[in-house]
Structure formats: C-alpha cells, structure tokens
C-alpha cells in the first residue's frame, strides 16, 4: 500500500471550499485513494460529505493511502496539493 503523510495547508482546514478543490483532485485522481487523520479510519478521498466528515484542521497531520498499482505519482500530487492548500491539483511533482 502506498501511503503519504502531510499536514493540512489551507489555514481553515478541509472544509468547504478546499475539501471542494480535494474531493475533485481525488476523483480525477485514477485510482481509488483514502484520507485519514493520524489516529483515524480511513475515509474515500472522493466522497465530499467523508471529506467533511473528518473534520481536518489546518496544520494536522492526515494519511493519503491507495492500494493500486501506480497510485504513487497520483499520492504525490495529492499531497502536494493538500499541504501546499493549492487551488488546483499540480501537473507536475
């Protein structure tokens, strides 16, 4: 399973508007892929009201993991997304 770790950039966490710009992110992603906090279950990167439900902070720590084949360049620019706060998902590494 191929997992990255990161902190929340956007200041107001994952709520509305950045856990908009995520759950899109994720969806377009191509492969399935979870987010957690630290110490929690898992949750579908591509589900707005799981997103939300998580209730992620800015500056905590959650776990982007999927388990499919090449889902590490996609982890990558996930992550680089959520701990930049990002408007949009990144090209490029």
């Not at 492969?31 to 589900?47: E, F, L, Q, Y």
């Not at 889902?71 to 992550?79: E, I, K, T, Y």
Request: proline share 4%; aromatic share 2%; no cysteine.
């Amino acid at each position: 399973m191929a997992e990255r770790r990161v902190n929340v950039g956007w200041a107001e966490g994952l709520h509305a508007r950045p856990a908009s710009i995520f759950v899109r992110a994720a969806t377009a992603a191509g492969v399935p892929v979870t987010i957690a906090k630290a110490d929690g279950s898992p949750v579908n990167a591509a589900s707005m009201l799981a997103v939300l439900g998580l209730g992620a902070q800015g500056g905590e720590e959650v776990v982007l993991a999927s388990e499919a084949e090449g889902a590490d360049a996609a982890l990558d620019r996930l992550a680089k997304l959520v701990a930049e706060g990002l408007d949009e998902l990144p090209e490029t590494v």
